[in-house]
């Protein structure tokens, strides 16, 4: 079973640490997780990703960090594969932070809102940084948050409003955790929330997972130096993964509910008309198995994957919820 691919769009403004997670997330999961691995469908990037990880984890000093990116967005291309079979391919793009702070006529900001309505899931990047202590009026400024919440509602007029039998999945990814883990998480959730409160609102129909991600905990006192050990960074995509495969699963199920009414149909005819649509009904059988074999599919993967998804916190629109099968 391989599904379409999806395209992801990551959002954060300069210095929110997108790329550095792109090359962390794409580290962790070439080593895979409950048997689940990324590889980027093109060698060349394959290897100029993992070249600048390993820059990031053996060089000392500021050099080590990726330079903030230009005016050019950068297309990656990954298969997300269990054992060696993909399950999906999807697409990241990276660019300058600086996007979100341009006007609507710079070419990357056009490109960028395009990419946005096309995807299947947005990941919204938040630094620690600006969640070491209580969020103040000016966090909004520093993170960007409102340019972030207008490119969701520009989402919302381009394609549909997610409910909650078709929601759309968030990923609040809180990159360098690190800086602010003398705090309560729940206080920094609560805080988060506050920053994207229409994402929250009851029956909104936002499937929100909310992610602390870190390169290290050393970094807190050093970045230059500290030893890269990155914790939470292969979650957002398990989480776009699973959200993928659960409305797969819904429409998988839909097919299946009516083939059964179509076959439970056949089956209360009278004799002669059972004949004329036996091979009508062959076809419907035989159609029917292939989609339960395809449902258990979708379902041990979903499974798999909700395990590594039970330590994160999960909203659908203002109630918690937990990934489930
Ligand atoms: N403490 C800490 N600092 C980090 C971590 N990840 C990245 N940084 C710091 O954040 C800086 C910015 O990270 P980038 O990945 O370049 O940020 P970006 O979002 O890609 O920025 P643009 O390309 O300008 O949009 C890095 O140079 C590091 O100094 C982390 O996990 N912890
Ligand atoms: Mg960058």
């Known amino acids: 079973m391989k599904l379409n691919d999806i395209k992801i769009s990551i959002l954060g403004t300069t210095g929110a640490g997108k790329t550095s997670y792109l090359l962390g997330m794409y580290a962790a999961m070439q080593s895979g997780i409950q048997g689940f691995t990324l590889a980027a469908k093109n060698i060349d990037q394959d290897l100029e990703l993992t070249e600048r990880w390993e820059q990031l984890i053996s060089t000392q000093g ?14 990656c291309h990954f ?12 697409e ?3 660019y300058r932070g600086l996007a979100l702070n341009d006007r609507s006529g710079e070419q990357d900001v056009q490109e960028l809102s395009q990419y946005l309505i096309s995807s299947e899931c947005v990941f919204l990047t938040i630094s620690g940084e600006y969640l070491q202590y209580s969020v103040v009026p000016t966090t909004v400024r520093d993170v960007k948050s409102d340019r972030m919440n207008q490119f969701l509602q520009q989402y919302i007029s381009k394609n549909y409003q997610p409910t909650s ?6 990923v609040i990814i809180i990159t360098k955790y690190d800086l602010c883990k003398h705090r309560e998480k729940e206080e920094v959730i609560e805080d988060v929330k506050k920053l994207f409160q229409a994402l929250f609102t009851p029956d909104s129909g936002w499937l929100v997972m909310i992610c602390p991600v870190s390169l290290g905990k050393e970094l807190e006192t050093d970045v230059e130096n500290g030893v890269i050990v990155p914790v939470n960074v292969h979650l957002p995509v398990v989480f776009a993964v699973y959200a993928q ?3 797969h699963g819904i429409f998988l199920k839909t097919q299946r509910d009516r083939l059964k009414k179509n076959l439970q149909q056949i089956g209360q005819q009278n004799k002669l008309q059972q004949w004329l649509s036996k091979s009508d009904q062959e076809n419907q059988t035989s159609e029917l198995e292939l989609i339960n074999h395809q449902i ?3 379902e041990n993967n979903m499974g798999l994957l909700a395990q590594e998804l039970q330590q994160v916190s ?10 489930d099968v």
Not at 62 to 75: K, Y
Not at 314 to 323: D, I, P, Q, R, Y
């Open 314 to 323: 999960l909203f659908l629109g203002s109630n918690e919820v937990t990934a």
């Open 245 to 247: 495969l659960r409305t």
């Open 79 to 90: 298969d997300f594969n269990y054992g060696f079979r993909t399950i999906m391919g999807f």
């Open 62 to 75: 500021a050099d080590r960090w990726p330079t903030p990116n230009a005016g050019v967005i950068e297309h």
């Open 92 to 94: 990241w793009i990276d």
């Open 165 to 170: 039998e078709k929601p759309f999945p968030v």
């Open 296 to 298: 258990e599919t979708v």
